[in-house]
């Protein structure tokens, strides 16, 4: 009936739909009550709900994930055995003990000394799960979503509105922040408790170019090799490379401009993505959940190549030597092999990357 881009289109939208709605009812071709149910999977892992982003901890094998339709995360050995689970499943916004606290739709996590730091995207603020003391407490955000690019206010962290943090990676005592909603990269420094603005002016635009003058396009995933920062650009479809230290520039390693997409393997500006949502990087390879296209795929960054790793470009949950996803959003990096979680179906993969066959983590005592 009719398109917009963008933000800001509220009330011309709900113009559109409210005259929509009275031009079908009264000829009948509206269709009045509840719609169909959301798709839960098959239900042979039936734990989780759209889980976004989880994490591996290499120091003591854990994996966290984020139980982003349940509100919660759940922190798993590396055989799926449930450890602890954070959150009451409730949505909302309160710190305290791991059986208390509340989210809302969480993504990204990272572990860090001891913690397990949170992006609590739609409640747009940065929480600390403490792993010894199963505490829950806010670092950075009001609980307001902020409008426009990132001002540091005086206040400090816990006074700045933030903007829909979607993914998070520590790196060098700073966590980097995925600002998904106003298309810039952010750091919260864990030492000094302070904000600053690492890439991105706010403009979406697919522009490269030393970090505070260059633009994004909803970063929706990062990954560090410990030097660099990865950067999944979702709404270029794209992959870039940032230089993360003061004066350092961002480059676009796959991507051509904003809503360019498809599946194409290959090098340089004649690959293709569409609308990729994770990241991970390891023995110099970085894998790409890409996302919209049902598949995983490796980029070797030295060579600007993307091949494709696993999944037929159809949404399925086969396992195997030929598998299938639906809309993976998250990986991480574990020794000899690739998590990912597998957002439509409900469950977390695992790839063993010499084998490059695909199971799935079955999770016990969730």
Not at 26 to 44: H, I, M, N
Not at 88 to 112: I, K, M, N, V
Not at 348 to 357: F, G, K, N
């Amino acid at each position: 009936m009719g398109s917009v881009a963008g933000e800001g289109h509220c009330p011309v939208l709900d113009q559109t739909i409210a005259a929509l709605i009275e031009e079908h009812r009264a000829v009948g071709t509206l269709r009045e009550g509840p719609g169909p149910a959301a798709p839960q999977g098959d239900g042979v892992q039936g734990t989780l709900a759209f889980p976004g982003k989880l994490a591996a901890d290499s120091a003591t094998g854990r994996i966290a994930i984020a139980d982003s339709g349940h509100h919660r995360v759940v922190l798993t050995d590396g055989d799926g055995v449930v450890q602890a689970v954070i959150g009451t499943g409730q949505p909302g916004s309160e710190d305290g003990s791991f059986a208390a606290a509340t989210f809302r739709h969480p993504q990204g996590l990272a572990f860090g000394e001891g913690c397990l730091y949170v992006a609590d995207t739609e409640n747009h603020l940065i929480r600390r799960a403490d792993l010894g003391a199963s505490r829950v407490e806010t670092v950075a955000g009001t609980g307001r979503q902020m409008h426009g690019p990132l001002r540091p206010d005086a206040g400090g962290p816990r006074a700045t509105d933030l903007n829909s943090p979607w993914d998070l990676v520590v790196w060098q005592g700073r966590l980097c922040i995925a600002m998904a909603g106003c298309h810039q990269i952010w750091a919260l420094d864990l030492k000094r408790e302070a904000l600053s603005r690492v890439c991105g002016t706010g403009r979406e635009a697919l522009v490269d170019g030393p970090c505070l003058d260059a633009s994004m396009n909803q970063p929706s995933g990062l990954a560090t090799d410990g030097t660099l920062l990865y950067v999944a650009d979702s709404e270029a479809s794209a992959i870039r490379t940032i230089d993360p230290r003061p004066g350092g520039w961002i480059r676009t390693l796959v991507g051509v401009g904003l809503f360019e997409f498809g599946d194409r393997d290959g090098s340089g500006d004649l690959v293709r993505l569409q609308h990729p949502l994770g990241i991970a990087a390891q023995t110099g390879r970085l894998y790409i959940a890409d996302t919209y296209n049902h598949k995983l795929k490796t980029l070797f960054p030295t060579l600007g190549r993307v091949e494709t790793l696993a999944g037929t470009g159809r949404p399925g949950v086969e396992d195997g030597e030929r598998p299938q996803f639906f809309e993976p959003g998250g990986l991480a990096a574990a020794p000899g092999r690739l998590l990912v979680a597998d957002t439509n179906n409900h469950r977390i993969r695992i790839v063993d990357l010499a084998t490059q066959r695909v199971t799935t983590l079955p999770l016990r005592g969730l």
